[in-house]
């Protein structure tokens, strides 16, 4: 099973720009309970800033930090995966990274953002359908 079929059915993927402060950004993880955004501007991806972020400029630099902007906390190098990339390799590739988030992009154009939860829960109802599916085929046979 490949991360594409993970698209489907998911929330609006929600960015923000590099001038975007801290603060908009704490409040909009919030209110979509989501655990980062994608710092996107003219269709290119600049960064991420997930909560890890976050945390970490409050730790170094204070509260002052809520009212900088996006830009300054982001992390730049963003791993990303294409539609094709299979759930478990995606897994293999945030374990190793220590990530939670991934772009999905096709062709340099952005698809969407997956989260590790996102792909254990896939993982978790494939198993379980499997488990009926067996299940049903025991019974029949």
Same mark, same amino acid.
């Given at each position: 099973?490949?991360?594409?079929?993970?698209?489907?059915?998911?929330?609006?993927?929600?960015?923000?720009?590099?001038?975007?402060?801290?603060? +908009?950004?704490?409040?909009?993880?919030?209110?979509?309970?989501?655990?980062?955004?994608?710092?996107?501007?003219?269709?290119?991806?600049?960064?991420?800033?997930? +909560?890890?972020?976050?945390?970490?400029?409050?730790?170094?630099?204070?509260?002052?930090?809520?009212?900088?902007?996006?830009?300054?906390?982001?992390?730049?190098?963003?791993?990303?995966?294409?539609? +094709?990339?299979?759930?478990?390799?995606?897994?293999?590739?945030?374990?190793?990274?220590?990530?939670?988030?991934?772009?999905?992009?096709?062709?340099?154009?952005?698809?969407?953002?997956?989260?590790?939860?996102?792909?254990?829960?896939?993982?978790?109802?494939?198993?379980?359908?499997?488990?009926?599916?067996?299940?049903?085929?025991?019974?029949?046979?």
């Amino acid at each position: 099973m490949s991360i594409g079929s993970i698209l489907t059915g998911k929330k609006p993927l929600i960015s923000v720009t590099t001038t975007t402060s801290v603060r +908009e950004i704490a409040a909009l993880l919030h209110a979509n309970r989501i655990g980062a955004v994608l710092v996107v501007e003219d269709n290119s991806i600049l960064g991420i800033v997930s +909560e890890r972020d976050i945390v970490a400029a409050l730790h170094e630099q204070g509260a002052a930090v809520l009212d900088a902007a996006a830009g300054t906390v982001m992390t730049a190098r963003v791993v990303t995966a294409t539609p +094709e990339t299979s759930i478990i390799e995606a897994m293999g590739v945030m374990t190793d990274r220590r990530i939670r988030h991934l772009p999905v992009l096709s062709q340099g154009s952005l698809l969407g953002l997956v989260s590790i939860g996102d792909l254990v829960k896939r993982r978790i109802d494939d198993a379980e359908a499997e488990a009926v599916a067996l299940k049903d085929y025991i019974q029949t046979a």
